[in-house]
């Protein structure tokens, strides 16, 4: 049987350039980026060089990039060291309640080391207010962080906006851009970004690589301890292999890649939507290339999900770290206005680059069919 990936937001495949390019270094030049012999500088040019790749997509500077294990280090590394620097002349962070929950759980733990957090409520589209932002910094407020691209609905916040408001109120701004990365207009100056998190495996890069891009001059405190490793603020012998995929993969994203998405995306949307009772979760327009998120007026998301799994296309209810949580109910489908009953009814679609038109058709007549079988019933 076909196998159909639609769960990209929650990994993606691979691009065969990346694995390419990683090759080399598992096994001709594998040689320890600290080591002062020629292949440990071979090694060390690589991941300059990488380095530059990942800064120059974003707008940063070369020096403004710290390679870590991936998004949630990278989230962690922003909100616990920046709390590390400012506690206890300031103790306040402001975020919203559809952060991935590897901010949620940070803040939660941050809590209980004395930290308060506000946690902004979404409109039903899922966007924050950047006035309410402006309303809750007070001057115990050391940070705002807000995701840019929701990973369960799509949401694309206005984050220039927000950039603005912190640096008018010189308040730190961090993103959580996993999912927004190469999928939408990322640039640190242009958006008055201080910090922001992205990670390799969302844009066909390995799994276990990210970076923490954090303005030049902000004190931030090193989480890890040990050799000295990226100007001492995350000791650990680098992961030279990875991050020449993740810059590979960051090198290889492409405007018309977004275009093309797009159009698979409304696609999809559009079809779905003359089905009564379904209705779409999320932004319109505002919303990442590759996300369809979709609540049912009967049937659970986990049940229309197992009946495409059966005809081989591989969907998700919920996000991949929800399936770790014990209600199973997704924070962000219930903060967007939806009872629990609609938050179970509910499957995300997430395409891809390598997404074809004809694995939407296949896609398109599978869910037909399934939806007709319940209206029958
Ligand atoms: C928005 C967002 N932030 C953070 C993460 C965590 O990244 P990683 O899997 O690299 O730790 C993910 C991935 O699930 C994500 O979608």
New binding site residues.
Partial sequence: MKQIYFDN??STKVDERVLEAMKPYFTEKYANASSIHEMGVEAKRALEDSRVKIAKAINAGRDEIYFTS????A?NFALKGLFFSNFPKKNHIITTKIE?D?IINTCKWLEKQGAKVTYLDVDKEGFVSPRDIERAITDKTFLVTI?HGN?EIGTVQDIEAIGKICKEKKVLFHT?A??SFTKTILDVRKQNLDLA?L?A??IHGP?GV?ALYIRKGIEITPLFHGGGHEKGMRSGTENVSGIVGFAKASELADRKHIEKMKEQRDRIINELLKFPGIKLNGAREKRLCNNVNISFEKIEGEVIGAYLENDGIMTSAG???MSHSSSGISHVLKAIGLSDEKAGNSIRISISRFTTDEEIDYFLEKIKKILGKFQKS
Wanted: hydrophobic share 15%; net charge neutral.
């Fill in positions: 937001a929650a991936g998004g949630t280090e989230n991935h590897c995701i990973n959580d996993c999912q998190t990670n495996h969302k799994k990210g996000s991949a770290c």
